[in-house]
């Protein structure tokens, strides 16, 4: 009864004093930000932030999410054990990755073999309606492509999502550069029987990360396009482990660095070499595709390192809100804001002769995501540590995820780990 | 409102600022009561229509709009709060007494300045809930989709802004009989 009456206080309380006059001008306002405001493309149309914390993802999602590259990178692992690596069909045969221009997300590329090849597009961190009541917002479509000369048309016939719903994807065009091995992103308009780039669409420059593969017993390409990489030509962008993994279960996808070696993996715009010591207490493994280390192939647990380089940072580091910065002062002057149990103070320090530093959290509590960007950053209740490292002007990130029961002696190895990053553009 | 959005979605200007007209006074009374600040207010709506409009291509469901642009006011209300920086410490913003036409005399009165009191008292996510709640009458499910978490975390908070607001009536409940032993 007093909870009926309550309501009934409260809800006529709030009709009374609500103020719905829009302030003076305000329409007008609105009216003429939006005519000078382009819209964004559908495929990647963006409402950040929608699930309250779009990101950053819980460390055990985001890997997760690495997992599901794992099991395409296992597919290509097998045919590997079939017949060993062989030159891609095309020039687009492969896997290929960029930093979403919009949002700063990963997006990756799987192009398969031929001239119809089929093309599966991700997004590690799709902000877009489409996603808008995933929990997990990792976009997937799925389509068949074309390839003319240096151009792979590809439609997504069946639309993609991230597993509530499915929408429409545009058709796409993909334009291969052969002096640079890159490709670029382009929105078609079918309805014209020339498609033409659909104006206010931000392309992405997408760099490659392998070639393609393809079973040994299938014919080669009859009639491959001039611009087809040579046979020969070294698949440049993998990561080069610095020792033969000495334990087969590792597998394709990771080095095994248990008797110790150096690890070698791309991060952004850099190459990111790790030794560890010979017979270490933790038996480490390093992806090959990312630069994450860590105790068991690509995952967080019980403790690992993941690296990346910034694209969209977060207004400040419990938040993931996104005015682009990239320098090392803001970040720094952003981690040191939240304060509170389990944030440690900043350690100073220097990482392959850049400025860098440290800041242990503890089953953090504080706020909802201590990190500067989505790929890397620290969620409730977890435990580790954010560096953030200046490597001339491009600010890198280095998260160690830890499940908090780790020895003394395994803490120490995984801080000489990091004290012995070398860095290079 | 349903081809308003479609048309909106497609790139047309004009549809969008029909689509603003019509729901600007609902969404800034909206802001203004979870924000309490009134230029805050100003800026986290123009800030949801803006990013509405920017995103529309990517809205499937014409349907969907209107939530789907609370979900974004109230989004960028808590954007601004936090750039603020004032959780707690937010503008009281009273609606003057003399302004009120409230039924029931000073009893209401008393009511709505405790209420009001209580409203500004909480932290501005739980006041959110109670407009949604509220003021806009939206089920429990639907204002944890517009505040974008968990029902159990709608409902908790919910519980608390209610309680709170509660007692702030209660007391003014047992304050009028004690004054009224002390005037017998």
Known sequence: ?425 | MRELVIRARGGDRDAFSELVARSIGRLTAMARMILRDEYAAQDAVQEAYIEAWRSLPGLREPDRFEAWLRRLLVRACFKGIRRSKRVEAVEIHLTPAHELAIPGGERNLAIHDQLERGLARIPADQRAVVVLVYYLDLPLADAAQAMGIPLGTTKSRLNRATQALRAAIEADDRTPSRVGERLA
């Not at chain 1, 991700?122 to 990792?138: L, N, R, S």
Request: hydrophobic share 40%; glycine share 10%.
């Open chain 1, 1 to 425: 009864m007093m909870n009926d009456r309550f309501s009934a206080q409260l809800r006529q309380q709030l009709l009374n004093t609500a103020d719905e006059r829009p302030a003076q001008d305000q329409l007008a306002a609105i009216v003429a930000q939006v005519a000078i405001t382009p819209q964004r493309r559908p495929l990647v149309a963006r409402l950040p932030g929608l699930q309250g914390r779009v990101a950053p993802f819980p460390a055990v999602v985001r890997f997760g999410l690495i997992a599901v590259a794992l099991v395409l990178a296992a597919l290509a692992g097998a045919i590997l054990a079939g017949g060993g690596p062989t030159p891609p069909t095309t020039p687009f045969e492969g896997t290929w990755t960029s930093i979403d221009p919009l949002d700063g997300s990963k997006q990756w590329l799987f192009v398969g073999p031929g001239n119809t090849p089929e093309v599966r597009y991700e997004d590690e961190w799709a902000t877009g309606g489409a996603c808008i009541d995933d929990e997990v917002k990792h976009f997937i479509a799925v389509g068949s492509g074309e390839i003319t000369g240096p151009r792979l048309d590809v439609s997504f016939h069946d639309g993609g999502g991230c597993g509530l719903m499915t929408v429409a994807v545009p058709v796409l065009y993909y334009v291969h550069d052969p002096d640079t091995d890159t490709l670029v992103d382009y929105a078609a308009n079918t309805s014209r029987p020339d498609p033409e780039v659909v104006a206010g669409h931000m392309s992405a420059l997408w760099s490659r990360v392998t070639f393609g593969t393809r079973p040994a017993t299938q014919p080669p390409a009859t009639q491959p396009p001039a611009t087809q990489p040579s046979a020969t030509e070294p698949p440049a962008a993998e990561p080069t482990p610095g020792q033969t993994p000495a334990d087969p279960t590792a597998g394709a996808d990771c080095v095994d660095l248990a008797q110790g070696g150096t690890y070698t993996g791309p991060v952004g715009p850099l190459t990111v070499t790790a030794t560890v010591p010979e017979t270490p207490t933790i038996p480490w493994q390093g992806l090959r595709d990312v630069f994450n280390l860590s105790g068991r192939c690509g995952s967080v647990a019980p403790i690992g390192f993941f690296a990346s380089t910034a694209t969209t940072v977060l207004a400040d580091s419990c938040m993931p809100d996104s005015p682009a910065i990239a320098s090392f002062v803001d970040a720094v002057a952003r981690l040191d804001t939240p304060t509170g149990d389990g944030i440690s103070e900043r350690v100073d320090l220097t990482i392959s002769g850049h400025p860098a530093a440290r800041y242990d959290i503890s089953n953090l509590s504080t706020c909802e995501g201590f990190g500067l960007w989505g790929g890397t950053i620290l969620g409730p209740g977890e435990t580790g540590s954010i560096y953030v490292i200046d490597v001339d002007g491009v600010l890198m990130a280095v998260e160690l995820n830890r499940d908090g029961s780790q020895t003394q002696a395994e803490l120490e190895e995984a801080w000489a780990i990091i004290a012995s990053l070398q860095i290079a553009r």
